[in-house]
Nanobody, 118 residues
């Protein structure tokens, strides 16, 4: 069964760090791009960062210089290292992947809560 499994969320103080991980199941092959989105209460879901199979990255302006996305293709896993966290980073973070040959599929993880608060 194709699925994305996220881990690493939690509660952290402002200025702290967290690393989120997202592992794609073995049935997900030919991944084109993986990324992280987030959704805060009352707001729309927004892109945080993405990385292509070739390693090209894209970041939201609000996280540039603080977050770093990386990918282990052998493990079908994507990470986002989040440093200098701010209260406005509080949200549910969702992993996302686009994959396939011919027929292109996109899939979402279940989400993991990140709360930045003192």
């Amino acid at each position: 069964q194709a699925q994305l499994v996220e881990s690493g969320g939690g509660l952290v103080q402002p200025g702290g760090s967290l690393r989120l991980s997202c592992a794609a199941s073995r049935s997900i092959v030919n991944i084109i791009v993986m990324g992280w989105y987030r959704q805060a209460p009352g707001k729309e879901r927004e892109l945080v960062a993405s990385i292509t199979s070739g390693g090209r990255t894209n970041y939201a302006d609000s996280v540039k210089g603080r977050f770093t996305i990386s990918r282990d293709n052998a493990k079908n896993t994507v990470y986002v290292q989040m440093n200098s966290l701010k209260p406005e980073d509080t949200a549910v973070y969702y992993c996302h992947a686009i994959y396939g040959l011919g027929q292109i599929v996109d899939i979402w993880g279940q989400g993991t809560q990140v709360t930045v608060s003192s």
